[in-house]
T-cell receptor, first 113, second 115 residues
Framework: GENVEQHPSTLSVQEGDSAVIKCTYSDSASNYFPWYKQELGKGPQLIIDIRSNVGEKKDQRIAVTLNKTAKHFSLHITETQPEDSAVYFCAASNGGGSYIPTFGRGTSLIVHP | DTEVTQTPKHLVMGMTNKKSLKCEQHMGHRAMYWYKQKAKKPPELMFVYSYEKLSINESVPSRFSPECPNSSLLNLHLHALQPEDSALYLC??????????????FGSGTQLSVL
């Protein structure tokens, strides 16, 4: 089955800095890579996703990059703000029989004002 | 409406109680999920319903019993739980068309404490 590794487990930055979270996956058939943000007391919410036919995707201050050859993908947050503080989960899945996403272990991002 | 609504938000129950968790979505999604999440851990899949049929049961103990009365509703019936079952229980939904990957929409969860 799929295995997703996520690093770091904790990331502490100053407001305005950039933050990068990295994930690797094992199943070369995986073709869909979502990122979820979970704030305290809430369920995870999808913030950005990327499919295997795309190398990079941006949405305002958030971007995701995918390297299919190396089987890794990353979340980049620029100009971080205190409200970006949350736990971020990467995930990987493929169409067909294994469409259920496999989650990484999560990264706790702390943005200091 | 892009919300998944879960009730109750908090639940405390004894080991001999029977209770139910409820989940509702009105996005026309045909796949619905139950996840269990312990503190500082990723969500752990329990059950998946696809087009109102149970399609995945991740070897969950029988003290958890899912039910999908219709395409908008999902219940999780709880009976004779153990203290280690205390966790955040999350409901999620998705379109139900898995080709190309599914975006999951999560509810805010039910924080369950078993005494």
């Amino acid at each position: 089955g799929e295995n997703v590794e996520q690093h770091p487990s904790t990331l502490s930055v100053q407001e305005g800095d950039s933050a990068v979270i990295k994930c690797t996956y094992s199943d070369s058939a995986s073709n869909y890579f979502p990122w979820y943000k979970q704030e305290l007391g809430k369920g995870p919410q999808l913030i950005i996703d990327i499919r295997s036919n795309v190398g990079e995707k941006k949405d305002q201050r958030i971007a995701v990059t995918l390297n299919k050859t190396a089987k890794h993908f990353s979340l980049h947050i620029t100009e971080t703000q205190p409200e970006d503080s949350a736990v971020y989960f990467c995930a990987a899945s493929n169409g067909g029989g294994s469409y259920i996403p496999t989650f990484g272990r999560g990264t706790s991002l702390i943005v200091h004002p | 409406d892009t919300e998944v609504t879960q009730t109750p938000k908090h639940l405390v129950m004894g080991m001999t109680n029977k209770k139910s968790l409820k989940c509702e979505q009105h996005m026309g999604h045909r796949a619905m999920y139950w996840y269990k999440q312990k503190a500082k851990k990723p969500p752990e899949l329990m059950f998946v319903y696809s087009y109102e049929k149970l399609s995945i049961n991740e070897s969950v103990p029988s003290r958890f019993s899912p039910e999908c009365p219709n395409s908008s509703l999902l219940n999780l019936h709880l009976h004779a739980l153990q203290p280690e079952d205390s966790a955040l229980y999350l409901c999620a939904s998705s379109l139900g068309n898995p080709q190309g990957g599914e975006k999951l929409f999560f509810g805010s969860g039910t924080q369950l404490s078993v005494l």
